[in-house]
C-alpha cells in the first residue's frame, strides 16, 4: 500500500463518505433529500466538471486513476478546497459498479434549470418526458437527445429518476451536457404558448405519420411511458398526436427508440 494512498492529512474519513455514496447509488430518497449523486468513470468525471457542475467530493485512487486529463482536473480541484477522499484501488473497488474501476468518482450537486433560464430560438427541439420506467430507457433518450443536438430536457413533475445509476450511465455523459429542466403541465403549457413552441406527442393512434408531417421552428417532443404511453395531461398539451408505422403484429416502440426517431427527424439538416 503506498504511503501517498494512506497519510493524507487533507483526505476526509472514508467510512462517512462511501456509507453516503451507498446511499445516493441505491436509494432515490437519498438522491432527492440531499440533492447530490455519485458518479464514477472517466468520462462522467471529466464532462461533468468541463460543464461546470459542482463537485462536492472526489473519491480517487493514485493507482487507478492513470488518464492525464483526469488526473490534472483532480489535481486542479484538491488546489481549489474541493474535498477529496484518496483511496487505495480496494476501496474504491468496494463503491464502484463498473466492470472495470477506473478509479475516479464524486458526489455532485444535480443541476436543474428554471423555465426562465431555456434559451428559447428558432430551429430548436426539445424533449419532454413524463414517467420512464426503465432509467436506461431514459438515459439512451438524453443521449440521443444530446447526439442530436436537441435544445434541452425536461421532466413533467417527479416520476420520471432523473439520476438513477443506470440512467446515468445510460446517458454516456449526455446528461451532464443538457439543460435539464423539471416543471409541471401548467408551467410548461404556459411556456410553450408564450415562446410559440409546437408541442408533437408520439402515439400509436397519431393522425399523422412522424416523417409526412411538418414541423415548426420550435418544437416540444413529448413521449409518454413505456408501457401506457402518454397521459391525458400530456395529451392535452400536444398540437398534434404523429405515429411511427410499425407492422401489423407490433403496436408500440421503445420509448428511447422511439423519442430518438422522432428526435432525428425533426432536427434533419433541410439539405438531407
Request: proline letters at 4%; aromatic letters at 8%.
Amino acid at each position: 500500500m503506498a504511503a501517498d494512498e494512506t497519510n493524507d492529512q487533507w483526505s476526509l474519513d472514508t467510512g462517512p463518505t462511501f456509507s453516503l455514496i451507498r446511499s445516493l447509488i441505491a436509494d432515490r430518497r437519498t438522491r432527492e433529500a440531499s440533492g447530490c449523486i455519485f458518479i464514477e468513470g472517466i468520462r462522467n468525471f471529466i464532462t461533468a466538471v468541463d460543464h461546470g457542475w459542482s463537485v462536492q467530493t472526489i473519491v480517487y485512487s493514485e493507482r487507478l486513476l492513470i488518464a492525464p486529463v483526469a488526473r490534472k482536473w483532480v489535481r486542479s480541484l484538491k488546489r481549489s478546497n474541493t474535498p477529496y477522499c484518496r483511496v487505495t484501488p480496494e476501496q474504491f473497488r468496494s463503491i464502484s459498479c463498473a466492470p472495470r474501476a477506473s478509479g475516479v468518482g464524486a458526489i455532485l450537486r444535480q443541476k436543474f434549470v428554471g423555465l426562465e433560464q431555456v434559451s428559447v430560438h428558432d430551429r430548436a427541439c426539445w424533449m419532454a418526458v413524463g414517467q420512464i420506467r426503465t432509467p436506461g430507457n431514459l438515459g439512451t433518450l438524453m443521449r440521443s437527445a444530446c447526439a442530436a443536438g436537441a435544445a434541452g430536457f425536461f421532466f413533467l413533475g417527479d416520476g420520471s429518476d432523473t439520476f438513477h445509476p443506470q440512467a446515468v450511465r445510460a446517458s454516456m455523459g449526455a446528461i451532464f451536457g443538457l439543460p435539464l429542466v423539471r416543471t409541471n403541465v401548467t408551467n410548461l403549457r404556459r411556456w410553450t404558448q408564450e415562446h410559440c413552441v409546437q408541442v408533437i406527442g408520439a402515439s400509436p393512434d397519431g393522425e399523422v405519420l412522424f416523417n409526412r408531417t411538418h414541423y415548426g421552428a420550435r418544437v416540444m417532443l413529448m413521449i409518454g411511458e413505456e408501457r401506457r404511453g402518454l397521459t391525458a395531461e400530456q395529451r392535452a398539451l400536444c398540437d398534434r398526436l404523429v405515429r411511427i408505422p410499425m407492422q401489423d403484429h407490433l403496436d408500440s416502440l421503445n420509448a428511447a427508440v422511439a423519442g430518438s426517431l422522432l428526435l432525428y427527424e425533426v432536427l434533419r439538416p433541410a439539405s438531407v
